[in-house]
């Protein structure tokens, strides 16, 4: 798919990623670098976000930094030169005619010029997604990721990597977001960006900027304003799109009398106050607007014109500097065409993939010639057949959601459902209706306290309710009873609910349909997301996700010594600067000019003619503010650094580009510090459970984390009640389940246990260490140098400790796979700790451990204290 643009950005994407993210901001490497984990194999995971949401993040700053935030239009015509290829790209199909008669009279400009001001021609050849694109005047991109990927997350995420950018560089950064959301489900979603741990995302010289800069403020009925200090920065403005939208009456003659007046008056209010807001929000310089659920305000109803969240969007783009509008859907598509500002693409089927959906493999049930009752009767005896034992990782049990097109179908069916778990055996009660005229005590429940664990309610029945932006981890099934109408994906929304994967799960989902609906599923698929039934009926789960809990927390730590490296003031350097004006060419472009031609197998139509070389414009900053951000920067006298920048740049103006090479020139000659190493004694903690997640069950605390793993290797993931019947003495599983490597690891610790539970002699414990490379959860890294020079962390496979306090290091190996470098970290140790600290490294071939290997373990448990 060349002319599909995600496809074309990724390919970029991984170019950039390969090159360690070189721009003009190397903080931006640093950053996104940061995000991964690093084995000692070169192996790299993901800190905390999801692949998906990482690679979104990447594709962002790719455009931000590579491309310089362009205009979609923009980005189309340079990532495709071709003018056929450029209307392939956007969707642009037209008759020979119209295409010749276009080009003739003014080229390609000619048919963009028509698509944007001739309503019939853009209906007639459907290119209403097009004039969406050519029409607006700021950068707008949508990140298109299947529900459950975490689209919260990522928004957070791009706006603390903007703010920290900020923070360190000033200008061309957002600094303040405004995040939309439409409706009030939605938006309570959304107040999940106060609980995103920044600290997983953002280095911490940058997590501690961000985390004392940054001001989240969510809106509210009753406030007539936003309370933030106008044109203030590091704000984040959270609010569902009813409160500050631009108003207007509906359209009908209203007539002033008393019967009317306080209709009036309330529109006029609500008015006033939207628009007090909008101003408020307008004040904030260098902003960014993220629109969650983006087809709120894309592609839905085009054909009716833009929407009125797009009219506030264009509002505040007119009255302040919007530096891009960021918005995040799971629907991309608009009636079977993507959109065409969408610039990354995660679609369900991958989700499912990658372990973040349930599977519906052979789970997707459709019913024919039977009525309502006995398709309820059937859907509930099955539900419980298949989930009624079934629960998720805090207990709650299995939930089932049924969807209704009106109230009165659910009156009719809520007695049959009842009667049919009375002949199930199941207590009636566990029955809970709800829909959008329901009491708010009812509707707060089922929105805000439905993942309560002691939440009694399995069986929901819906109207109007439980579709886009509801979220019930324990929900396994839903069903479509009757036929619901096919307007706004309702159907669509219903029956993917189910579908939210959960660590530890194995079950797949299952979505029941009548017949009825079958077909308007399949379509609503199809026209937002390319795929069809049959697609994520074959999507299998490549990929995993288990729930680590910390079983043994308050561990000792390991005792050694360790050689460290301090920076220390240097007293002899030097203090003067010189700055000398960079060598830095000036920016330049290529103008082609095209000749129309008539040719008949239309293979090209425009043909190449002169291509001229152009000098693009340069931005620049005043020598005064430039003195001023440097010598804060630096912490240089402000007067003496004016007089020496004068000195190179008399015309009083600094190119943007000069600016970043004096910070380095300033940089090496300030560095007035030397490295010094010293021996210390250190204590490793082997977890540290302030890097967890912390859970209240059952009124005790616990701590979490979630992994991530292959269905492959299931085999290698070994979790503590797997060893309750030969490993009685408690050895090992300070957390569960350990995620192995290989096989020879697995063999090995299987060995251990068995031989320790036997004869444990003076052994205190055994640890696997392996599979936990995260600094913040653990202190047992090694840091060591590769052969291209880059600072990794190797974490050893196993810790054997006595009661002596003495320590056997175990590090098991294919041959293939060993690293000087890497042993020479752990050796460097053990020489600064010869009696006390032991490292065999075992060599195998096999998938066993081998009996000499393990022979030189056992030596060095029974043998060498005796």
């Not at 491309?67 to 239009?73: A, D, N, S, V």
């Not at 009083?652 to 940089?667: D, F, S």
């Not at 020489?831 to 030596?859: A, C, Q, S």
Request: aromatic content about 10%.
């Amino acid at each position: 798919m060349e002319l599909f643009i995600p496809n074309k950005l990724k390919e970029k994407v991984e170019e950039w990623r390969n090159n360690d993210y070189v721009c003009g901001y190397p903080a931006i490497s640093e950053i996104l670098n940061f995000n991964f984990i690093e084995s000692e194999t070169g192996e790299k995971t993901l800190r905390y976000l999801r692949k998906a949401q990482f690679e979104a993040l990447e594709t962002y700053w790719y455009l931000r930094l590579v491309e310089k935030t362009p205009l979609m239009f923009d980005l189309y015509k340079k990532l495709y030169d071709d003018p056929v290829k450029l209307f392939k790209a956007l969707g642009i199909s037209l008759s020979q005619e119209d295409l010749i008669k276009l080009m003739s009279s003014g080229g390609l400009d000619a048919v963009f010029e028509k698509i944007k001001t001739d309503d019939g021609f853009v209906k007639t050849n459907k290119l209403q997604t097009v004039r969406e694109s050519l029409t607006l005047d700021y950068p707008s991109y949508i990140l298109a990721l299947a529900m459950g990927s975490g689209k919260t997350v990522l928004i957070g995420a791009i706006i603390s990597d903007e703010f920290a950018m900020a923070l360190e560089y000033q200008n061309d950064f957002v600094k303040n977001a405004l995040v939309f959301a439409p409706g009030k489900t939605i938006l309570g979603a959304l107040k999940e960006i106060s609980d995103i741990p920044f600290e997983k995302i953002l280095p911490s010289r940058f997590y501690k900027q961000f985390m004392s800069s940054v001001k989240i403020t969510y809106t509210q009925d009753k406030e007539k304003d936003i309370p933030i200090v106008r044109g203030s920065s590091f704000n984040i403005i959270v609010t569902n799109t009813e409160k500050i939208r631009i108003q207007k009456p509906t359209g009908k003659t209203v007539q002033f009398n008393l019967l009317n007046y306080k209709e009036i008056e309330k529109f006029e209010e609500e008015q006033e106050i939207a628009n007090l807001r909008l101003q408020t929000i307008a004040s904030l310089p260098h902003l960014a607007i993220f629109s969650d659920e983006a087809h709120h305000t894309y592609g839905q109803n085009l054909e009716n014109g833009l929407k009125k969240v797009r009219k506030t969007v264009d509002y505040l783009a007119e009255n302040t500097n919007v530096v891009v509008v960021v918005n995040t859907t799971g629907t991309p598509y608009y009636k079977k065409q993507m959109l065409n500002d969408v610039i990354f693409w995660y679609s369900l089927s991958q989700g499912i993939k990658d372990g973040i959906l349930k599977e519906v493999k052979d789970s997707i049930y459709s019913y024919d010639d039977i009525d309502a009752k006995d398709f309820i009767d059937t859907v509930v005896e099955d539900f419980f057949k298949e989930y009624g034992s079934t629960s998720i990782y805090d207990n709650s049990k299995s939930k089932i959601a049924i969807y209704f097109p009106k109230t009165e179908d659910v009156e009719h069916i809520k007695p049959v459902v009842e009667t049919k778990l009375v002949e199930l055996g199941i207590d009636p009660s566990i029955v809970f209706d709800v829909n959008n005229k329901s009491d708010e005590k009812k509707k707060d429940f089922f929105n805000n306290r439905i993942n309560d664990s002691y939440n009694p309610y399995r069986v929901y029945l819906l109207v109007n309710m439980g579709t886009e932006g509801w979220n019930c981890p324990s929900l396994f099934a839903t069903a479509l009873a009757r036929k619901l109408r096919s307007s706004n994906n309702f159907v669509l929304q219903a029956a993917s609910r189910c579908l939210r994967q959960v660590p530890g799960n194995t079950k797949k989902a299952r979505i029941y349909l009548s017949r009825d609906n079958v077909n308007i599923l399949n379509s609503q698929l199809k026209e937002t997301f390319g795929e069809s039934l049959a697609v994520l009926d074959f999507a299998k789960q490549e990929m995993r996700k288990e729930r680590l809990i910390l079983r043994k927390i308050e561990i000792p730590p390991i005792l050694v010594k360790r050689k460290v490296k301090k920076v220390i003031v240097d007293e002899n350097k030097k203090s003067e600067i010189n700055i000398e004006k960079p060598d830095i060419e000036a920016k330049s472009g290529k103008k082609i000019i095209y000749d129309v031609k008539d040719s008949k197998d239309m293979k090209r139509i425009l043909s190449e003619k002169d291509i001229q070389e152009i000098t693009l414009s340069e931005e620049f900053m005043d020598i005064y503010e430039a003195a001023v951000e440097l010598s804060v920067l630096y912490r240089l006298e402000l007067t003496k650094l004016c007089e020496m920048i004068r000195e190179v740049y008399p015309e009083g103006e600094i190119p943007i580009p000069h600016l970043i090479e004096l910070r380095k020139q300033i940089e090496n000659q300030t560095k007035n510090y030397r490295v010094t190493e010293e021996e210390i004694e250190v204590a490793l903690a082997l977890v540290k459970k302030e890097g967890f997640n912390k859970e209240v069950v059952n009124g005790e605390s616990i701590y979490t984390t979630e992994i991530i793993y292959h269905k492959d290797k299931e085999d290698l993931l070994l979790r503590y009640e797997m060893f309750k019947d030969i490993n009685k003495k408690d050895f090992s599983f300070h957390y569960s389940p350990y995620k192995m490597d290989s096989h020879p690891e697995k063999d090995f610790f299987e060995k251990m246990i068995t031989a320790l539970n036997e004869d444990p002699d003076d052994i205190e414990d055994i640890y696997f260490t392996g599979a936990i490379t995260d600094s913040k959860k653990t202190d047992f890294l090694f840091e060591y140098k590769d052969k291209n020079g880059k600072w990794r962390n190797y974490t050893p496979d196993f810790v054997i400790r006595k009661k002596n306090e003495k320590i056997l290091i175990v590090e098991i190996k294919g041959e293939v796979f060993r690293d000087e470098t890497k042993e020479m970290a752990i050796r460097k140790i053990e020489n600064l700790n010869p009696d006390k600290l032991k490292y065999e490294v075992l060599v195998t071939r096999e998938d066993e451990i081998g009996i000499e290997n393990f022979k030189r373990v056992r030596n060095w448990i029974y043998e060498q204290a005796k």
